[in-house]
Structures are given as C-alpha cells and as structure tokens.
C-alpha cells in the first residue's frame, strides 16, 4: 500500500537550496573588507571616513592650502590601516644629478596581494628640495610614491571624510608665496612663510613629546633633539625657534618619529 500523504516537497527544497548556489555573489572587496552588496560599499565608506577625519584633526595629519586641507603621507597610510592595506617600497633609484624616483604599490596584510602601485621623484630641480641631503630626497620620493598608490585607489574615500584628493607631498608646490618671474627679484632672499604655511609651536611640540617618548629620559637632551630634527629634515636650522621650522621640516621629522615609535612598540 503507498502513503498518499508522504511529503512530496523535498525535492522542491533541494532545488531551491541549488538555486541559491547558483545565484551570483554580489559581495564586493574593499581592501580586506568584504560587503555583502555594491550598495552598501558607500555606507561603509562613509563611517570608516567618519572615524578617519576624527583621526586627522587629533593628530593634524594635513596642511591647508588656499583654504584648503591637503593630507599627508600618515593620513592616507592610516585609510590603509583602517582597509587592511599596506604599502610596500618595490625600488628606489638614483637617476641621476641626485634625482631619486621611487616605486610603491599597497598590497593586502592579509595574503599580500597587490591592490594599487604608483611612481615618484624629487630631485634638486625642485626649489624646496635643492638644498636638501641626497637622504632627505630619497626619503621624499618614497613618501610621495606611497601616498600617490593610495590616492589613485582611494582618493573618493579621502573627498567623503572632507579632504582634498590629492596629497599633500603632491600639493607641495603650491605651499608658500606665488613664485615671482621678475628677474630683477633677489630669489636667494629669504621669504617670510604665509599664513597656511607657517608652522605652530603646538605642532613641533607634539613632535617634540613623541620623540621624547621614543627615548629614555637621561637621552632626550635639547642636544640631541637639536641633531636629530636637523638631520632629517635634511637641512640646519635653529630648531628652538618655531618661525624657522618649515612646514616640511616637520613633515619629515613626524615622518621619522612615527617609524620610530613603531619600531619601539615592536
């Protein structure tokens, strides 16, 4: 005798559980983020950008220019951090008359998959960069490739937190006076910083602190930090007097404490 009310829907259910399978995966890859479907790629966006701009205004990752506010190197780094990806320096050359150009790309922490690369040089061409130390230059070269690898994959995501696409290390030459094409000008005299440019002491004392932290407190000597800020920013100053800092002077030297104080918590 045959059960008339046996379930006749298990290979209906079988079906649909293949159908699902079958179905396309919408999820999208954000660096190391995966998000269940495109639409919500923007939202998730927008909080990592939240949380990133806070970032940048504690730490004062950016220089304004024309009113403007430009990220550096350490900003566009940590966006990395925050996706799960890094950069990764591929060469750095000398070219020649003490022009470097260097290759970065940003791969993934996780399985190191390459997701962006990008080029750059600095050289004594440059105005700000002629009287520089071959180490400051190919120190530059490097920052400036790095930074560029992750505006070309993720400079959308810097607009959404409220900041300019491009980098500051790129934006550089527009940082300062307009230069004057009168060749009558004394372009050897020196030039007083604009209002954008000029560096407070605020700043050079949270630079200051930190590499104070990076030290036992017998080193930390107003000598030492006199021959450690001189020497990369590549270049002698009176690192007492603020007006004398530039605001590139202080990119470098926050560039190096921040490596500093990585290796120390290493």
Same mark, same amino acid.
């Given at each position: 005798?045959?059960?008339?009310?046996?379930?006749?829907?298990?290979?209906?259910?079988?079906?649909?559980?293949?159908?699902?399978?079958?179905?396309?995966?919408?999820?999208?890859?954000?660096?190391?983020?995966?998000?269940?479907?495109?639409?919500?790629?923007?939202?998730?966006?927008?909080?990592?950008?939240?949380?990133?701009?806070?970032?940048?205004?504690?730490?004062?990752?950016?220089?304004?220019?024309?009113?403007?506010?430009?990220?550096?190197?350490?900003?566009?780094?940590?966006?990395?951090?925050?996706?799960?990806?890094?950069?990764?320096?591929?060469?750095?050359?000398?070219?020649?008359?003490?022009?470097?150009?260097?290759?970065?790309?940003?791969?993934?922490?996780?399985?190191?998959?390459?997701?962006?690369?990008?080029?750059?040089?600095?050289?004594?061409?440059?105005?700000? %960069?002629? &009287? *520089?130390?071959?180490?400051? =230059?190919?120190?530059?070269?490097? #920052? !400036?490739?790095?930074?560029?690898?992750? +505006?070309?994959?993720?400079?959308?995501?810097?607009?959404?937190?409220?900041?300019?696409?491009?980098?500051?290390?790129?934006?550089?030459?527009?940082?300062?006076?307009?230069?004057?094409?009168?060749?009558?000008?004394?372009?050897?005299?020196?030039?007083?910083?604009?209002?954008?440019?000029?560096?407070?002491?605020?700043?050079?004392?949270?630079?200051?602190?930190?590499?104070?932290?990076?030290?036992?407190?017998?080193?930390?000597?107003?000598?030492?930090?006199?021959?450690?800020?001189?020497? %990369?920013? &590549? *270049?002698?100053?009176?690192? =007492?007097?603020?007006?004398?800092? #530039? !605001?590139?002077?202080?990119?470098?030297? +926050?560039?190096?404490?921040?490596?500093?104080?990585?290796?120390?918590?290493?």
């Amino acid at each position: 005798m045959h059960d008339n009310h046996a379930p006749q829907d298990a290979p209906n259910a079988l079906t649909e559980v293949e159908q699902q399978r079958q179905l396309p995966d919408t999820s999208v890859q954000f660096g190391t983020l995966v998000i269940d479907a495109p639409q919500m790629v923007i939202v998730r966006a927008s909080e990592i950008a939240g949380e990133l701009a806070r970032i940048i205004e504690v730490k004062q990752l950016y220089v304004v220019i024309r009113n403007r506010k430009y990220v550096y190197c350490e900003g566009w780094t940590t966006l990395g951090a925050m996706l799960g990806v890094v950069p990764r320096e591929l060469d750095t050359a000398d070219v020649g008359d003490g022009e470097f150009v260097a290759s970065v790309e940003i791969v993934r922490a996780s399985d190191g998959l390459a997701v962006g690369k990008a080029s750059a040089s600095c050289g004594p061409d440059e105005k700000d %960069w002629k &009287g *520089r130390s071959r180490q400051a =230059r190919r120190s530059m070269a490097q #920052t !400036r490739a790095t930074s560029k690898a992750f +505006r070309l994959s993720f400079s959308w995501v810097m607009q959404l937190a409220g900041y300019q696409p491009t980098p500051a290390e790129e934006a550089e030459g527009e940082i300062g006076p307009p230069r004057n094409d009168n060749p009558s000008h004394n372009d050897s005299a020196p030039k007083a910083p604009t209002r954008d440019d000029r560096v407070t002491t605020a700043e050079v004392q949270a630079v200051t602190a930190d590499w104070k932290n990076c030290l036992n407190e017998s080193d930390a000597t107003p000598a030492a930090w006199s021959a450690w800020a001189t020497k %990369w920013a &590549g *270049r002698e100053f009176n690192v =007492r007097d603020v007006a004398e800092w #530039t !605001r590139e002077d202080l990119r470098l030297c +926050r560039q190096q404490v921040t490596r500093e104080m990585g290796s120390v918590v290493e």
